[in-house]
């Protein structure tokens, strides 16, 4: 994974691995099933720890024991200069995931989620979100990927402790639950090839990762388009952050202004 992608331009990745995947795995499963782009809608709101920092616009107190003098013809007026401020507004978020379906019938089979910083924000509405629509698919028939390609946020639940890694995939098949498979590998690490189980007794599609986010790189422009003079967010380690200094030293500059 490029880490510049993460904290520049993560929507815009989102969108293009979601088509990338739907591209590649169509041809292995047609004509039985169909992979179809999906989305759900929800509502943000402000973080709870921004709306503890918002203050009334206007406030009216007395001192004790201090009577208020009553208005009379002669009061004068006093003008106040108004200042603007921002109210807290819910937002309407979309994410899309991705859908195996049966062709005839057009009943899911497999859900391949690719999570978004909304779903790893602790106490978001977006996480909230996420973990019961995740809830119901676990405790369906309908199995369920999940690429988490971020470093930055909280981690899927487990009950044991996740292997240490930069990302994961987890591959939680309906037959085997509780249990997952976990992919988990570190930022310099080739990402995995991994499976996708379909129903019943079909075979699962093997997704080589590495490739897809290399089409998706080379399509969207990333490599003049980033800009790689940027601090790294969410931070890495000093001995990653060195590694990935000296990749860039040996392409030369890989920013360079679009024309």
Known sequence: M???IESQVWEDFHHGL???????LTPHVRPRYVVRVEQRVYV????????ALIRPDVTVMERPGTEVP?????????AVAPVMLT???????REAFLTIRERESMAVVTIIEV?????????????????SKRESVLQSAIH?????LLRGGECLPTIELLPPADYYVFVCRAERRPKAEVYGWLLRQRLPTIPIPLAEADPDVTLDLQSIVNTVYDRAGYDYSLDYHRHFEPPLS???AIWVQQLLAGVGNPSRPSS
Do not use: C, Q, W
């Not at 979601?18 to 590649?24: G, H, K, L, M, S």
């Not at 943000?44 to 709306?51: N, T, Y």
């Not at 369920?144 to 988490?148: K, R």
């Open 18 to 24: 979601i088509e990338a995947i739907r591209e590649t």
């Open 144 to 148: 369920l990927v999940e690429l988490d």
């Open 87 to 93: 109210l807290p507004m819910p937002e309407r978020k």
């Open 44 to 51: 943000e709101h402000e973080p709870e720890e921004r709306m």
């Open 70 to 78: 009553a208005k009379g013809p002669t009061s004068m007026a006093v």
């Open 238 to 240: 000093d001995a990653d």
């Open 2 to 4: 490029d880490p510049f």
């Open 115 to 131: 999570l978004s910083p909304g779903n790893k924000r602790p106490s978001s509405d977006g996480r909230r979100e996420y973990l």
